[in-house]
């Protein structure tokens, strides 16, 4: 269940995405990839152990958010602004976000408090592993786009449209909050 929802959580792959567009050493790479595992493994398991109840469409638009925010920074927005942020420190912070969506979710299955603990630590291991395989594919699929010669021209334009593809995710997310609120339509 949780290497499904890494492979299919698109709002996660695109942020690893921008999280390594510009990373081209492996222990880069590697240091990254651990301080969101970190972030997002301790949220998810505190968070349904203690069940800390956070809502599922507030979580999913600060995931939007995170998207938006590694797009912009690797189009050198932060830069140009004078801004100077710790690359790392901001994945970890994200990586905690990320995982008060994992924890929403798990929270959702309405978990039995019998062998809660192995079934997390389980459910962190298959999310881990979906999230090795999804981002095995990114790395060769970005290799080979950086062996093509178009990479340097196309990096802009696929970051402008990683950061649409957030603030896309973000307004839906905030639209189904405000519908699960029951606020929609009220004048």
């Known amino acids: 269940l949780g290497a499904k929802h890494m492979v299919t959580g698109y ?5 690893l995405a921008g999280v390594i567009f ?30 800390i109840a956070v809502s599922a469409f507030l979580i999913d638009a600060i995931i939007g958010l995170s998207v938006v925010y590694k797009a912009f920074e690797n189009i050198g927005g932060f830069k140009r602004l004078g801004i ?12 905690f976000a990320h995982g008060f969506g994992l924890s929403t979710k798990l929270q959702d ?38 062996r093509s010669g178009t990479f340097n021209r196309g990096a802009y334009a696929a970051n402008v449209l990683i950061m649409a593809a957030g603030f896309a995710l973000f307004g839906y997310q905030l639209t189904g909050e405000e519908h699960a609120e029951g606020k929609c339509g009220e004048g």
Do not use: C, K
């Open 84 to 95: 100077s942020i710790d690359t790392r420190a901001a994945v970890l912070l994200f990586g």
């Open 109 to 146: 299955l309405s978990l039995s408090a019998q062998g809660l603990v192995p079934n997390m630590i389980a459910f962190n291991i298959g999310v881990e592993l979906g999230q090795l395989a999804a981002l095995t594919v990114i790395l060769i699929a970005f290799t080979a786009w950086r």
């Open 11 to 15: 709002d996660h792959l695109l942020f």
């Open 22 to 51: 510009f990373l081209y050493r492996l222990r880069h790479i590697a240091t990254y990839v651990t301080l969101f595992a970190i972030g997002h493994s301790t949220t998810m398991i505190v968070g349904v152990y203690y069940n």
